[in-house]
């Protein structure tokens, strides 16, 4: 071949400014959801609440969620769950994965709860902290300190 037919021949751009990227993949890896999570809606707080264990019902667990204010969640309410809508049974059209039910509960009611259950503690923590004052002897006072602290361990 004559040099001036190689040179027409090889007008090519250089393969570093050629882009192969087509898909990219996730920068980090991500461990997978087991349970789908539904969008934040306000003034509403989503939990999953077991119906059945190894494929026997559970009513008694979630019939006392329901009377505790949970009701559970349709699937026409939640388009980007839809996927896991029940079509059989009690729950036909509710949100349902692996014997777990998608339920929501007024906001208002998750801060009542909370602060009923700060106050049984309180009130049990006061309970034991009498109690072992009552035991207490002048000549060795018993010290209890109610504090707590998070240390982490040092990196090699």
């Avoid at 993949?25 to 119906?51: C, F, M, N, S, V």
């Avoid at 505790?68 to 079509?87: I, S």
């Avoid at 009923?116 to 207490?136: F, G, I, K, P, W």
């Amino acid at each position: 071949m004559a040099p001036e037919t190689l040179e027409k021949s090889q007008n090519r751009s250089t393969r570093e400014l050629d882009s192969r990227n087509t898909f990219s993949r996730p920068a980090t890896w991500q461990l997978p959801e087991t349970l789908p999570a539904p969008d934040d809606r306000p003034g509403w707080k989503h939990r999953y609440i077991r119906i059945s264990i190894l494929g026997t019902s559970d009513a008694t667990n979630i019939s006392s969620k329901l009377r505790e204010g949970y009701e559970p969640c349709k699937g026409e309410d939640y388009p980007e769950l839809v996927m896991h809508a029940n079509t059989e049974g009690r729950f036909k059209g509710n949100i349902e994965v692996g014997g777990l039910l998608l339920c929501r509960i007024p906001a208002e009611f998750v801060v009542q709860r909370n602060a009923h259950y700060a106050r049984v503690t309180r009130a049990q923590t006061e309970a034991v902290d009498n109690n072992l004052m009552r035991q207490s002897d002048p000549r060795m006072p018993l010290f209890n300190e109610r504090k707590s602290s998070t240390s982490f361990g040092k990196g090699s």
